[in-house]
């Protein structure tokens, strides 16, 4: 007998000792507390994945290495030359300027290339300088007839070092190319809708070095319109180049070790503020009573069939024919075509919900009562 006594000693303080664990549990909305169960689960299983891959993998990384770099430059600058004449003093314009057609004599083009590799290597190319004319429809939508010039015939290159230079001037006559363009004008009787005149430099350089080869093509060009009585200069004066030689090494990881201890800690304090959540948390008691939410959703599914009054009506008007479903009302309102009211509980509210239709011979009514529920209303949650 001491010792059935005993156990039912231990049994009812365990009980205890759970009821007031329970009732100290603090009360979460139900989705907060399943949005965070499914953040730190899901924080738990990703930690998991990671911390498996970094034992499944071999810890070798591929990274690029960049073994050699150069930069090349190819540049025109120019000077444009004026005919004598009684007008102006000076003979020479520099950049930036409108220019007069008519007394324009020629264009002085400067033309620079660099190289500048960050190691030495076996430099080698060449390059050319042409002009071209091109004589176009509206809008240049067609070429009618282009003519090339050579102003620079092509040059080669080579030397061994980090860095190479080359600079050279041309004249472009660009009042003998006016000059070819009124003799067509005049020989054939077209007149060009556009015209314009390109200098083009085209270099082609290459640098070999012990990681390997790097080849480029640089070409800066310079427009120029000849159709009015002034003209400007633009196009790509400049065109730079950067070049690199790569190659991919296979490293071994260093990390390693520090990841898998920060992917396992992860994993443990995700699971035990998991834990911690279930156990220490509850969701917070739905007090809305059932009547209510009922009245609730055939207001939301009928709103456009009910309309909802502000009187004071609690219960059902003496002598009213009650029915048993709103089904039932909605099918009465349908019949005798009258809408269905909805008396809304005022400041001192009520403990039934009537709807009615109101006739001049007769009131139909249906009610829900809003009992109490000791069930309902004493639930108490032990959801792990």
Not at 4 to 18: D, M, P, T, V, W
Not at 48 to 65: K, M, P, R, T
Not at 122 to 132: D, K, L
Not at 167 to 179: G, I, S, T
Request: with cysteine; charged share 25%.
């Amino acid at each position: 007998m001491d010792k059935q006594n005993k156990s039912e000693n231990i049994r009812e303080k365990a009980g205890l000792l759970l009821k007031s664990f329970a009732a100290r549990r603090k009360e979460i909305p139900r989705q907060v507390r399943n949005l965070a169960t499914l953040l730190l689960a899901g924080i738990s299983i990703a930690l998991l994945g990671a911390l498996a891959w970094s034992y499944n993998s071999s810890g070798e990384q591929e990274i690029e290495n960049v073994t050699y770099y150069c930069m090349q430059e190819a540049v025109f600058d120019y000077r444009v030359h004026m005919v004598p004449n009684d007008f102006f003093e000076d003979r020479v314009l520099e950049p930036g300027k409108a220019y007069m057609t008519e007394l324009t004599d020629e264009i002085i083009v400067d033309f620079e290339y660099h190289f500048v590799g960050e190691e030495e290597a076996e430099i080698s190319g060449e390059y050319a300088i042409f002009a071209v004319l091109e004589a176009h429809t509206a809008e240049q939508e067609y070429l009618v007839w282009d003519k090339e010039f050579e102003l620079l015939s092509e040059e080669s290159f080579s030397k061994s070092g980090s860095d190479y230079s080359v600079e050279e001037e041309v004249a472009v006559p660009f009042r003998e190319y006016l000059q070819f363009t009124n003799e067509v004008r005049e020989e054939t009787g077209y007149s060009p809708a556009e015209l314009n005149l390109t200098v083009r430099a085209d270099i082609t350089a290459d640098a070999e070095t012990g990681d390997g080869s790097i080849q480029e093509a640089l070409s800066p060009v310079m427009k120029i319109p000849m159709g009015g009585s002034t003209f400007t200069v633009g196009g790509n004066l400049m065109d730079e180049r950067e070049s690199q030689i790569k190659e991919t090494v296979t490293v071994a990881g260093t990390d390693d070790e520090s990841n898998r201890a920060l992917y396992a800690g992860g994993v443990t304090a995700a699971a035990i503020g998991l834990v911690l959540l279930r156990l220490l948390t509850v969701p917070a008691k739905d007090k809305t009573p059932p009547q209510a939410k009922q009245v609730e959703r055939i207001l939301k599914k009928n709103k456009e069939r009910i309309v909802v009054t502000a009187n004071g009506v609690t219960t059902a008007p003496p002598g009213a024919i009650t029915v048993q479903s709103f089904d039932e009302l909605l099918k009465l309102a349908d019949e005798i075509g009258k809408p269905i009211l909805y008396p809304q509980h005022g400041v001192a509210g009520g403990s039934e919900h009537i709807f009615l239709i109101f006739t001049p011979e007769q009131v139909y009514a249906y009610s829900i009562k809003e009992e109490t529920d000791a069930s309902f209303n004493q639930l108490e949650s032990h959801s792990f």
